[in-house]
């Protein structure tokens, strides 16, 4: 069964408005966990790494101010795009590891789509 | 861009053949691992083949790894409609997984 799970599965929503994503991990604790963005036929872009209890890593070139982590539990990290415009819609994707070993647990995505 | 690049970017074969995809990237690496996708849906974890190995065997998935030549090949063998989806290999060399471009696979009944 799915050792990840990604809350919600697809959202529409208006220019300007905030959308949050939520990633779970159901049956471990993730002291890590990783935020990917998809455009269509492309690969995975990572553009964060959530941190428990700490602020997140951002790569080069993604807005931290735009793109809020929260990863108050070993459990759970939230995606907040904010002000959210046509350009953000896109494929959001949720990964953690177990502590001990690799590979990643992905969940199974959220399509955004922003009108 | 840290981003590898695997080819062919597509391919398409009839159920039964072989089905290889290449992976190339740019930095060392702890581990390389495939990942299967299928559309609009989160990756699948299918192999991961360690930096000091050269080959990795999974049911029909035969992995290689060259790090001389910071390459890595996929085996499907005996291919499948079921197979169709796109395969992605991940290199992990700071605790974080940076994928390939992808190769789209298409198998045909």
């Known amino acids: 069964g799915a050792v990840v799970s990604q809350h919600p599965s697809w959202v529409i929503c208006k220019s300007g408005t905030s959308v949050k994503i939520e990633c779970r991990s159901l049956?471990?604790?993730?002291?890590?966990m990783f935020w990917y963005r998809q455009f269509p036929k492309q690969s995975l872009m990572l553009m964060a790494t959530?941190?428990?209890?700490?602020?997140?890593?951002?790569e080069q070139g993604v807005e931290k101010d735009k793109f809020l982590i929260n990863h108050a539990s070993l459990t759970l990290s939230t995606l907040t795009v904010t002000s959210a415009h046509p350009e953000d819609s896109s494929f959001y994707i949720c990964?953690?590891?177990?502590?001990?070993?690799?590979?990643?647990?992905f969940g199974n995505g959220t399509r955004l789509t922003v009108t | 861009s840290q981003q590898g690049e695997e080819d062919p970017q597509a391919l398409s074969i009839q159920e039964g053949e072989n089905a290889t995809m290449n992976c190339s990237y740019k930095?060392?690496?702890?581990?390389l691992q495939w990942y299967r996708q299928n559309s609009g849906r989160g990756l699948v974890h299918l192999i991961l083949i360690r930096s000091n190995e050269r080959e990795k065997h999974s049911g029909r998935l035969r992995v290689t790894l060259d790090t001389s030549k910071k390459s890595s090949s996929l085996l499907i063998t005996a291919s499948r409609a079921a197979d169709t989806a796109s395969y992605f290999c991940a290199t992990d060399n700071t605790d974080k997984l940076i994928f390939g471009t992808g190769t789209r696979l298409q198998v045909f009944p």
């Open positions: 049956d471990f604790q993730a002291t890590t």
């Open positions: 959530s941190n428990e209890g700490s602020k997140a890593t951002y």
């Open positions: 930095t060392s690496i702890n581990n």
């Open positions: 990964s953690a590891s177990r502590p001990e070993n690799s590979p990643l647990h």
